[in-house]
Protein backbone atom coordinates (compact mmCIF):
# COMPACT_ATOMS: atom_id res chain seq x y z
CA UNK A 1 0.00 0.00 0.00
CA UNK A 2 2.75 2.46 0.86
CA UNK A 3 3.66 2.43 -3.13
CA UNK A 4 0.52 3.64 -3.93
CA UNK A 5 0.44 6.45 -2.00
CA UNK A 6 2.80 9.87 -2.59
CA UNK A 7 5.93 10.22 -0.65
CA UNK A 8 3.90 12.94 1.35
CA UNK A 9 1.53 10.45 2.87
CA UNK A 10 3.86 8.28 4.11
CA UNK A 11 4.32 9.29 7.40
CA UNK A 12 0.16 9.40 7.83
CA UNK A 13 0.03 5.95 6.77
CA UNK A 14 -0.89 4.68 10.76
CA UNK A 15 -3.40 7.73 11.45
CA UNK A 16 -5.03 6.70 8.32
CA UNK A 17 -5.18 3.57 8.76
CA UNK A 18 -6.29 3.69 12.27
CA UNK A 19 -9.19 6.39 10.60
CA UNK A 20 -10.49 4.00 8.14
CA UNK A 21 -10.56 1.32 10.56
CA UNK A 22 -12.77 3.92 13.05
CA UNK A 23 -14.89 4.51 10.48
CA UNK A 24 -15.30 0.88 9.15
CA UNK A 25 -16.31 0.04 12.92
CA UNK A 26 -19.06 2.94 13.03
CA UNK A 27 -20.15 1.99 9.86
CA UNK A 28 -20.70 -1.93 11.01
CA UNK A 29 -22.28 -0.69 14.28
CA UNK A 30 -24.80 1.40 12.50
CA UNK A 31 -25.45 -1.50 9.86
CA UNK A 32 -26.00 -3.45 13.11
CA UNK A 33 -28.55 -1.40 14.83
CA UNK A 34 -30.53 -1.00 11.77
CA UNK A 35 -31.36 -4.22 10.94
CA UNK A 36 -31.58 -5.32 15.20
CA UNK A 37 -34.01 -2.29 15.14
CA UNK A 38 -36.18 -3.42 11.70
CA UNK A 39 -35.98 -7.21 13.36
CA UNK A 40 -37.32 -5.89 16.66
CA UNK A 41 -40.26 -3.80 14.86
CA UNK A 42 -41.17 -7.19 12.65
CA UNK A 43 -41.33 -9.30 15.87
CA UNK A 44 -43.34 -6.64 17.73
CA UNK A 45 -45.77 -6.28 14.93
CA UNK A 46 -46.00 -10.33 14.02
CA UNK A 47 -46.39 -10.91 18.06
CA UNK A 48 -48.90 -8.30 18.94
CA UNK A 49 -46.26 -6.83 21.56
CA UNK A 50 -46.81 -3.80 23.56
CA UNK A 51 -44.67 -0.74 22.43
CA UNK A 52 -43.03 -0.27 25.32
CA UNK A 53 -41.21 -3.68 24.41
CA UNK A 54 -40.18 -2.30 21.01
CA UNK A 55 -38.97 0.89 22.45
CA UNK A 56 -36.90 -0.64 25.22
CA UNK A 57 -35.43 -3.49 23.25
CA UNK A 58 -34.58 -0.51 20.54
CA UNK A 59 -33.07 1.42 22.71
CA UNK A 60 -31.17 -1.28 24.81
CA UNK A 61 -29.93 -2.78 21.23
CA UNK A 62 -28.48 0.92 20.24
CA UNK A 63 -27.01 0.93 24.29
CA UNK A 64 -24.95 -1.67 23.69
CA UNK A 65 -23.76 -1.46 20.23
CA UNK A 66 -22.66 2.07 20.95
CA UNK A 67 -21.07 0.98 24.30
CA UNK A 68 -19.27 -2.01 21.91
CA UNK A 69 -18.41 0.14 18.82
CA UNK A 70 -16.82 2.67 21.45
CA UNK A 71 -14.48 -0.18 23.31
CA UNK A 72 -13.55 -1.22 19.80
CA UNK A 73 -12.46 2.16 18.55
CA UNK A 74 -10.72 2.74 21.81
CA UNK A 75 -9.21 -0.27 21.25
CA UNK A 76 -7.56 0.49 17.69
CA UNK A 77 -6.74 3.83 19.20
CA UNK A 78 -4.15 1.90 21.09
CA UNK A 79 -6.08 2.41 24.77
CA UNK A 80 -5.76 -0.58 27.03
CA UNK A 81 -8.11 -2.72 28.46
CA UNK A 82 -6.31 -2.47 32.04
CA UNK A 83 -7.20 1.42 31.22
CA UNK A 84 -10.71 1.27 30.49
CA UNK A 85 -11.62 -0.86 33.49
CA UNK A 86 -9.87 1.53 36.02
CA UNK A 87 -11.76 4.35 34.12
CA UNK A 88 -15.14 2.41 34.53
CA UNK A 89 -14.88 1.34 37.69
CA UNK A 90 -13.87 4.79 39.21
CA UNK A 91 -16.97 5.76 37.28
CA UNK A 92 -19.26 3.18 38.74
CA UNK A 93 -17.91 4.09 42.08
CA UNK A 94 -18.44 7.88 42.00
CA UNK A 95 -22.04 7.25 40.24
CA UNK A 96 -22.98 4.48 43.25
CA UNK A 97 -22.07 7.40 46.20
CA UNK A 98 -23.99 10.17 43.87
CA UNK A 99 -26.48 7.95 43.41
CA UNK A 100 -26.90 7.11 47.50
CA UNK A 101 -27.06 10.96 47.85
CA UNK A 102 -30.45 11.08 45.74
CA UNK A 103 -32.28 8.52 46.62
CA UNK A 104 -35.43 10.03 45.05
CA UNK A 105 -33.40 9.30 41.34
CA UNK A 106 -33.46 5.41 42.72
CA UNK A 107 -36.68 5.46 43.68
CA UNK A 108 -37.96 6.90 40.35
CA UNK A 109 -35.71 3.91 38.47
CA UNK A 110 -37.46 1.44 40.84
CA UNK A 111 -40.98 3.11 40.19
CA UNK A 112 -40.17 2.28 36.66
CA UNK A 113 -39.39 -0.56 36.52
CA UNK A 114 -42.36 -1.68 38.44
CA UNK A 115 -44.36 0.63 35.75
CA UNK A 116 -42.85 -1.55 33.07
CA UNK A 117 -43.63 -5.08 34.80
CA UNK A 118 -46.79 -4.57 36.48
CA UNK A 119 -47.96 -2.12 33.01
CA UNK A 120 -50.87 -0.37 35.18
CA UNK A 121 -50.57 2.16 31.83
CA UNK A 122 -49.02 2.39 28.54
CA UNK A 123 -47.67 4.28 25.30
CA UNK A 124 -50.59 6.48 24.68
CA UNK A 125 -52.88 5.80 27.15
CA UNK A 126 -54.76 8.42 28.82
CA UNK A 127 -54.30 8.38 32.20
CA UNK A 128 -54.90 10.96 35.38
CA UNK A 129 -53.44 11.73 38.79
CA UNK A 130 -56.10 11.99 41.18
CA UNK A 131 -54.62 14.40 44.15
CA UNK A 132 -57.18 13.15 46.52
CA UNK A 133 -59.16 10.27 45.74
CA UNK A 134 -61.55 12.04 43.39
CA UNK A 135 -60.13 15.61 43.33
CA UNK A 136 -58.94 15.89 39.45
CA UNK A 137 -54.89 16.18 39.10
CA UNK A 138 -52.39 16.06 36.31
CA UNK A 139 -53.78 14.05 33.17
CA UNK A 140 -52.79 13.19 29.91
CA UNK A 141 -51.53 10.74 26.98
CA UNK A 142 -48.77 8.79 28.19
CA UNK A 143 -46.05 9.74 25.25
CA UNK A 144 -42.39 8.30 26.89
CA UNK A 145 -41.88 6.35 30.46
CA UNK A 146 -37.92 6.38 31.08
CA UNK A 147 -36.14 5.53 33.87
CA UNK A 148 -37.04 8.92 35.82
CA UNK A 149 -39.76 10.52 34.26
CA UNK A 150 -43.33 9.75 32.41
CA UNK A 151 -44.02 12.18 29.77
CA UNK A 152 -47.59 12.90 29.91
CA UNK A 153 -49.36 14.98 26.87
CA UNK A 154 -52.24 17.46 28.39
CA UNK A 155 -55.42 17.74 25.98
CA UNK A 156 -55.23 21.64 25.04
CA UNK A 157 -57.97 24.05 24.72
CA UNK A 158 -58.90 24.13 20.63
CA UNK A 159 -56.42 26.71 18.93
CA UNK A 160 -53.68 25.81 21.53
CA UNK A 161 -50.61 24.28 21.24
CA UNK A 162 -50.15 20.68 23.83
CA UNK A 163 -47.99 21.14 26.74
CA UNK A 164 -46.20 18.20 28.11
CA UNK A 165 -45.95 17.49 31.52
CA UNK A 166 -42.83 15.17 33.17
CA UNK A 167 -43.70 12.98 36.24
CA UNK A 168 -41.45 11.62 38.25
CA UNK A 169 -42.57 7.48 38.22
CA UNK A 170 -42.65 7.58 42.36
CA UNK A 171 -45.58 9.87 42.77
CA UNK A 172 -47.78 6.96 40.54
CA UNK A 173 -47.14 5.00 43.88
CA UNK A 174 -48.52 7.68 45.83
CA UNK A 175 -50.90 8.21 44.32
CA UNK A 176 -54.70 7.01 42.75
CA UNK A 177 -54.00 6.61 39.04
CA UNK A 178 -56.95 6.75 37.08
CA UNK A 179 -56.76 4.83 33.36
CA UNK A 180 -59.14 7.11 30.86
CA UNK A 181 -58.80 4.82 27.82
CA UNK A 182 -56.31 2.10 27.09
CA UNK A 183 -54.60 1.62 23.98
CA UNK A 184 -52.76 -1.68 24.55
CA UNK A 185 -53.73 -4.82 22.56
CA UNK A 186 -53.70 -8.98 23.97
CA UNK A 187 -50.26 -9.14 24.12
CA UNK A 188 -48.67 -12.15 21.56
CA UNK A 189 -46.06 -14.68 23.06
CA UNK A 190 -43.07 -13.90 22.19
CA UNK A 191 -42.23 -18.36 21.67
CA UNK A 192 -45.10 -18.50 19.49
Known amino acids: MKSVLPDWAHPW ?18 LLRSLLHRFITRLAADKNLPLEFSV ?21 MGVSAGLIWTAFTGFIAVAAIAFFAAWSVLSNIFCSVLIYTSRPFGL ?44 PNSLFFQRTTRLKRSQQPLVGSVLD
Open 124 to 167: HDHIEILEGGDKPGLAGEVMDITLVFTTLKEDAPEGQEPTYLRV
Open 13 to 30: IEAITVGLQIALIILIAM
Open 56 to 76: GSKRLVTLVLTVAALLWILDR
